[in-house]
């Protein structure tokens, strides 16, 4: 690939590569990467997709010039959204998985036996063809459990027309810019509930509680006028700007104080029993989240 | 002050000016933040200080380069190299901060009325002054505790040659980079050991578990050779490289299992009750630290 075909987003600097992602909407800090190498650089329908190896995290997956999955860290995030879900629900056996499209929630799902079904709706196919092939750490490579079952197509349409119920959905949607913006609307959010059985849980990325304090209470809006139960819980994800994440999981029967750790599967690289518990501390400065 | 005076890590791009911070070390990330204005930029015979008032987080600190301390999450990092060793001791009167120059460490400590001496040794008086003026977010400005007592001079030799003793000692040190490497050495430990009562706690800032898992291990070797009970904990701090931030505390007495969160005061953005306790939980990727 020559230099001048390289995205705005990747910058020769002294002979060096840098990847260089702006944080979201107010565009006032950046996270630079040094690029060992471009592993794929291709323009689907809907979005740039980039995979490049990064020397500080290894191979990572950028859409539109967002950092979205590196193989350093992306075990963080893909196991606080499936884990925390599956185990509030009692008896959880079907899950959608809307997005999700390098495979790291699909994986982590596939860790269950109680669950029989694993359906993965996500927009653009290519990024989960790309994530297959060059971010094997997250996706785990081509070799899927026969239980997950792949639907590329828009997310916010599969919901809205869908008559099958699932236990758990989970929301892994990137930032709210460009095709990803519908899943932070209350249409989406009520189509999901109508996805769900009665007794369902679902959870969705909500940003940084440091840099996007209005999406989490926006979200938590949405979510409260639709459900009984609404929590928001936090983990470290290094690689999003502002370090710390949040996710909001939403239920009308289950409350993530009843939590069951000890389903928790033993091979997980984050959560630990204790984690399941604590993810749901909130410091101070975001404990008063509307 | 002229661009042409401006030291290379304040950047002028497209007609705005950038603060450009380079990981430690292996200078394989960089994290960038819109500069408002340059508050003060001078050098002291110790170090280049430079106060930036910045976009995303407001009022910052940074030495030779690396960023210390901003207005928006100063307080995370400062709650906890504080709190954690005063509550895990039984009956603290006497503390010395070692380093600290920004003195948000002395600003947390004073919240105990049990403290009698508050003892800061920080190399660089100048920083001192220019955090009180600048940065009052974090220093709290120039109304300083009675107990507080300033004494500028090189922390390892105040360790090595007082006979005072101490029952907390917090190790408050930049990146063991330029005049800071001296405090991540055996010596410098077994001094500070030496300057403890024999049930005293320490605690010291351990570095990136993500970035720089090497100094977390070195440290923790040197405490373990010295002490009983060496214990990692964590927290999120979104403005250093890796989010995930790490302190290392140690003592031939106090275990932090028998925390007595009760005594945390009121006034903390970040510390609960629980965080005061489930910070130990370490995520399992780095609950096999040596």
Not at 29 to 50: C, D, F, G, H, R
Request: hydrophobic share 35%; with cysteine.
């Amino acid at each position: 690939m020559k230099i001048n075909q390289l995205p705005k987003y990747l910058k020769e600097v002294d002979g060096e590569l840098w990847f260089e992602e702006f944080e979201v909407e107010k565009k006032n800090l950046k996270i630079t990467y040094k690029v060992n190498k471009v592993l794929s650089y291709l323009k689907s329908p809907y979005q740039e997709i980039a995979l490049i190896d990064t020397a500080a995290f290894g191979p990572c997956l950028a859409l539109d010039g967002i950092m979205q999955s590196t193989s350093a860290d992306g075990f963080i995030y893909n196991e606080m959204i499936t884990h925390i879900p599956v185990l509030t629900h009692k008896k959880p056996e079907k899950v959608l998985v809307i997005g999700g499209g390098d495979c790291g929630a699909v994986r982590e799902l596939s860790k269950y036996e109680e669950l029989k079904t694993i359906d993965m709706v996500e927009l653009d196919e290519i990024v989960t063809r790309e994530c297959i092939k060059f971010l094997p750490n997250i996706s785990g490579g081509a070799n899927f459990d026969k239980r997950v079952n792949f639907k590329f197509g828009d997310g916010v349409q599969y919901v809205k027309n869908t008559d099958i119920k699932y236990d758990v959905i989970v929301v892994d949607s990137p930032d709210p810019e460009g095709p990803a913006k519908d899943l932070f609307g209350e249409e989406f959010y009520k189509n999901v509930k109508k996805t769900l059985n009665s007794d369902g849980v679902m959870v969705c990325q909500s940003e940084s509680p440091m840099l996007h304090r209005d999406i989490i209470e926006s979200t938590r809006k949405i979510l409260k006028d639709n459900f009984k139960i609404v929590k928001t819980y936090v983990a470290f994800v290094p690689t999003y700007p502002g370090g710390l994440w949040s996710f909001t999981m939403a239920s009308d029967v289950y409350d993530p104080c009843n939590i069951d750790v000890d389903r928790l599967p033993l091979n997980t690289r984050y959560l630990t029993k204790q984690i399941v518990k604590s993810c749901f501390d909130l410091p101070n400065f975001i404990s008063d989240l509307k």
